[in-house]
């Protein structure tokens, strides 16, 4: 918007005593700027069918006879990080520190080759409303970005298969920060890149360890929960939903009952300027 005056033609100058006719307004700003997704569990179904099974490729092809059933992986899932998920797994498993930790690396690195492949043959989904949401944000300005804990050499292929990389203003990994979830890190980072601050944005989360990490870092999270994350605490969440979008409406595990209708940019909107 220009901040010059505007003058009548037919009038030629004004005198100088004369009230601004137009007084300029300033630019209404959406107070919704960004939307922080995480990955795992939240833009994808990843971990039992995706992840688990590449923790179990490696286990088998290094001679391990260690394989992580359905149930057994929802409780390791307590520890973010799949190299420090198997270290501490194999420390639990009368391996020393020691040698827990280089196998660890040497299985992790082994799963992220082997999770990356899974990712080329199309079999990780994205979950229901995902693309259509993301597209929707960016359609009314609405800055987009990815905070995750997992690695990069997985998730920034997976994220282009599925929703192509400039989907998103800024994608953060567990490779860019120290600190896993729940440490805020990778959000304070993906608030910092974006130039803004957490009154500014919502996350988008499926699970404690990740919603600690949003509020952690004085954001307002939407909870969207999967098989796994169900029962966990989400207290500090604003909204609990069992998916972001489904044909007929979504189950509101809590909040207010218009997200029935899914997490639209309106609903994301509502949250944001809702006094807390
Ligand atoms: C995801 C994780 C990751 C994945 C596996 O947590 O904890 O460890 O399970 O990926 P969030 P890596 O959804 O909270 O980001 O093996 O690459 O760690
Ligand atoms: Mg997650």
């Not at 600190?179 to 304070?188: E, F, I, T």
């Not at 979008?245 to 944001?272: F, K, N, Q, S």
Request: proline share 5%; with cysteine.
């Amino acid at each position: 918007m220009s901040s010059a005056r505007r003058q009548d033609p037919c009038q030629g100058s004004s005198p100088a005593t004369e009230p601004d006719p137009a007084p300029l307004r300033p630019e209404r700003v959406d107070p919704l700027r960004a939307v922080i997704f995480d990955v795992d569990g939240t833009l994808a179904d990843t971990e039992r069918d995706g992840h688990r099974v590449a923790f179990n490729e490696a286990f088998e092809a290094a001679g391990l006879h260690y394989r992580w059933s359905v149930e057994e992986y929802g409780e390791l899932l307590t520890t973010t990080g799949g190299r420090q998920r198997i270290e501490r797994y194999l420390q639990s498993h009368r391996h020393s520190p020691t040698e827990a930790a280089a196998l660890a690396a040497q299985l992790h690195r082994d799963k992220t080759r082997r999770f990356a492949a899974l990712v080329r043959t199309g079999a990780i989904q994205s979950r229901p409303g995902a693309a259509e949401l993301i597209s929707a944000l960016r359609a009314e300005g609405v800055a987009t970005a990815v905070a995750t804990t997992g690695t990069g050499d997985w998730v920034l292929p997976l994220l282009d298969r599925l929703f192509g990389l400039d989907a998103f203003d800024i994608v953060l990994t567990g490779s860019d920060v120290t600190d896993l979830k729940p440490d805020p890190a990778v959000y304070l980072e993906a608030l910092a890149r974006l130039e803004l601050t957490p009154a500014d944005a919502v996350a988008v989360e499926d699970s404690a360890n990740g919603v600690r990490a949003a509020v952690r870092a004085g954001l307002r999270c939407v909870a969207v929960v999967n098989g796994y994350t169900r029962d966990e605490d989400l207290s500090g969440a604003v909204a609990v939903l069992d998916d972001l979008a489904r044909p007929g409406g979504v189950t509101v595990l809590r909040g207010e009952a218009r997200l029935r209708d899914g997490l639209t940019v309106a609903a994301l909107r509502r949250l944001i300027t809702a006094v807390a």
